[in-house]
C-alpha cells in the first residue's frame, strides 16, 4: 500500500521560510505521478498551491508565484515545497498530493493524498 508521508510544517513568523517534504512509501508508487501541494485555511476550500511533473515542469497558483519553489527527488519519491517570504494568508494545512493526471485548482476526486501539515505563519 502507497501512502504519502508529509513533515516540515510548523510556525513562523511574517517574511520567514519553512520546507515542507513528502515521501511516498511503498514499491507501487507509480513515477508517473504528478506530484504537487494543496492547502486549507479554516473555512476556506482546499486550492492548488503547486505541482511538478515527472519531467520537472513547475505549476504554481499566482499567490505564491516568486515566493514558493516546488522541487522533487523522483529516486527518493519525495516532492519538496521551499516557502519563503510567508504571510498570516498563508496559514493552513498543507496536504501533500499524487496524480497521474494534471492538477487542477481545486482537487480533484482520486490520487493519493497526504494526511497533511500544519503551517501557522503569525507573529
Known amino acids: 500500500q502507497v501512502q504519502l508521508v508529509e513533515s516540515g510544517g510548523g510556525l513562523v513568523q511574517p517574511g520567514g521560510s519553512l520546507r515542507l517534504s513528502c515521501s511516498a512509501s511503498?514499491?507501487?508508487?507509480?513515477?508517473?505521478?504528478?506530484m504537487g501541494w494543496y492547502r486549507q485555511a479554516p473555512g476556506h476550500q482546499r486550492e492548488l498551491v503547486a505541482w511538478?511533473?515527472?519531467?520537472?515542469?513547475?505549476n504554481y497558483s499566482d499567490f505564491v508565484k516568486g515566493r514558493f519553489t516546488i522541487s522533487r527527488d523522483n529516486a527518493k519519491n519525495t516532492v519538496y515545497l521551499q516557502m519563503g517570504s510567508l504571510k498570516p494568508e498563508d496559514t493552513g494545512v498543507y496536504f501533500c498530493?499524487?496524480?497521474?493526471?494534471?492538477?487542477?485548482?481545486?482537487?480533484?476526486?482520486?490520487?493519493?493524498w497526504g494526511q497533511g501539515t500544519q503551517v501557522t505563519v503569525s507573529s
Open positions: 498530493n499524487a496524480r497521474i493526471s494534471p492538477m487542477t485548482f481545486r482537487p480533484q476526486p482520486g490520487g493519493l
Open positions: 511503498g514499491d507501487r508508487f507509480s513515477p508517473n505521478n504528478n
Open positions: 511538478i511533473t515527472t519531467g520537472g515542469s513547475r
